[in-house]
């Protein structure tokens, strides 16, 4: 979307996303109530980095504060509000306390993602104070929603590496910093999920939210759930799996069995493609079309929000990007994964700019 | 007189000395090892740079955006940026994200810092085909 259709899209506000909010799915059941669909505004990574005293850095802020205004111009309204994860940038209250003031514009019941730059600084226990649970289930429209905690890890480099929490959370939030160790759900969780799918009937459809990719993408960067074999097993024998994930900056989709993979964009700034890094090797999946690379002349551009449509239990993604054309991606049921809708494959690059 | 004697002197020395040693292209191993060890300490350096919060003034860091230097490109330099309006060399592509997003004060362009932060960047992006200028 252009900078000019951008801001008509500000000054006419609901008109023009209710036209955007159009169910555009082709796979609606012919059998399925459409009372059952409905619509969710994801927003995610906003990284709020505290500078000193009441200062914070401008960029990150701007990149929340214009997605939870454009969520709040929804209309017909989202039936809520999911949050996928780092809020903040280095988990201290200063973080957490300014990114849930600006949250609290929202007119929208909203859910939270543990990511791992609330988690690190205290092991999630501020989050918790404000938000609740770290991994928990609900019942939305013939839909079950479960929200996991991907991003622990071993109980040794958790608990013995480090002097001090301040110093564990630096550690893990540099992305490429060797010294990170991979995320986990972990057997606890594990157990909890199996134990909450299992009255569930196999054609009830799933939406698992987590804040790494319950795969296996790319090492090097934390793109990595490390049990992901193991959570994608108790997945796999329900009829329609759909696992959303932040984590990643970017766009990514994927199909593996019956479980659909979906990222979120990060509100603060966009990541480079795991193959741009030249020396370490990557898993990233063969379907995904990637965005171009950010030009950094726009403090925005390759960053955004997006909003979900779920139609008969399978997800349409449209990516609102403030200074990128929009993009969807929908699951094609003829395919039997996702695609996305203009660009179906990589001999048709979104963006031709280098 | 005296630079004259000097220069003879000095070229005396040169000729002696290359009938003693090797050529100046035959490096040892011993050589190739002293210039890489120099090397990567700068590229060391270099990475401290791009994860130093106090780089710039806000507590950003380079390594922020761009893990591992990824997305930096320096293959495509010199080349044309939109944002400056001229063909342009790295550091001062460098020096462009040290005043925005690090909201901080450039370097000059034969800072220390800055030849070992262009270090870090192409040793990250080695092997990768020079591309100058590309878009």
């Known amino acids: 979307m252009s900078i000019i259709n951008r801001r008509t899209l ?23 109530d459409q009372s059952q669909d409905f619509t969710f505004a994801y927003i995610s990574d906003s990284h709020i980095q ?36 780092d809020l903040a940038q280095l988990g201290t209250r200063e973080e957490l306390d300014h990114g849930f003031e600006i949250m609290s514009a929202l007119k929208h019941k909203t859910h939270y993602v543990m990511g791992e730059h609330d988690y690190y600084a205290d092991l999630g226990e501020y989050w918790s104070s404000q938000v609740g649970k770290q991994y928990y289930s609900f019942d939305h429209k013939g839909v079950h929603i ?75 960067w934390n793109f990595w ?37 979906h990222s979120v964009m990060a509100t603060a700034w966009p990541w480079p493609y795991p193959e741009s890094y030249a020396q370490a090797e990557n898993h990233m999946p063969h ?27 399978k997800a349409t993604v449209k990516f609102s990007l403030t200074e990128n054309e929009p993009r969807t991606v929908s699951y094609d049921a003829k395919r039997g994964h996702p695609v996305d809708t203009k660009y179906v494959s990589r001999s048709k690059p979104p963006q031709n700019h280098y | 007189m005296r630079n004259i004697i000097q220069t003879l002197f000095l070229v005396a020395a040169l000729s002696l000395g290359n009938t003693l040693t090797a050529q100046a292209d035959e490096f040892t191993k011993e050589d190739l ?83 070992a932060m262009q270090a870090y960047i192409t040793h990250e992006r080695r092997n990768v085909k020079l591309a100058p200028g590309k878009h």
């Open chain 1, 287 to 313: 379907l995904t079309v990637p965005i171009n690379r950010a030009d950094p002349f726009f403090e925005r551009d390759a960053t955004g929000w997006q909003y979900v449509d779920i139609n008969s239990g």
């Open chain 2, 33 to 115: 090892d002293i210039w890489q060890k120099e090397f990567m300490a700068v590229v060391a350096v270099g990475r401290t740079a791009f994860t130093d919060p106090n780089l710039g003034t806000n507590g950003v860091v380079c390594a922020q955006c761009h893990p591992n230097g990824a997305n930096t490109h320096p293959e495509t330099y010199p080349k044309f940026q939109k944002q400056i309006g001229r063909v342009i060399t790295l550091p001062e592509m460098i020096n462009w994200c040290i005043r925005n997003p690090l909201e901080g004060k450039p370097m000059a362009l034969d800072d220390p810092k800055m030849v």
């Open chain 1, 225 to 261: 759930t490390d049990d992901a074999e193991l959570v994608q097993a108790i997945l796999q024998p329900f009829d329609s799996v759909t696992v959303f994930y932040g984590h990643v900056h970017q766009i990514q989709y994927n199909q593996i069995g019956n479980i659909t993979f």
């Open chain 1, 146 to 220: 479960i929200v996991l905690n991907s991003i622990l890890t071993d109980d040794h480099w958790t608990h013995e590496r480090w002097a001090n929490g301040t110093e564990r959370m630096g550690v893990m939030a540099g992305l490429d910093d060797p010294r990170g160790s991979p995320f986990m759900v972990g057997a606890a969780q594990r157990k909890w999920l199996a134990n909450d799918l299992k009255d569930i009937s196999k054609d009830t459809p799933i939406i698992v939210f987590s804040h790494s990719p319950l795969q296996k993408l790319f090492k090097n």
């Open chain 1, 50 to 85: 505290h500078i000193k005293g009441t200062k914070f850095v401008r960029n990150w802020d701007q990149g929340l504060k214009r997605a939870v205004a454009e969520a709040n111009l929804m209309s017909p309204k989202p039936d809520f509000v999911m949050y996928g994860g």
């Open chain 1, 10 to 32: 500000l000054k006419t506000g609901g008109t023009f996303v209710a036209g955007a909010c159009l169910p555009l799915t082709n796979i609606r059941l012919a059998f399925a």
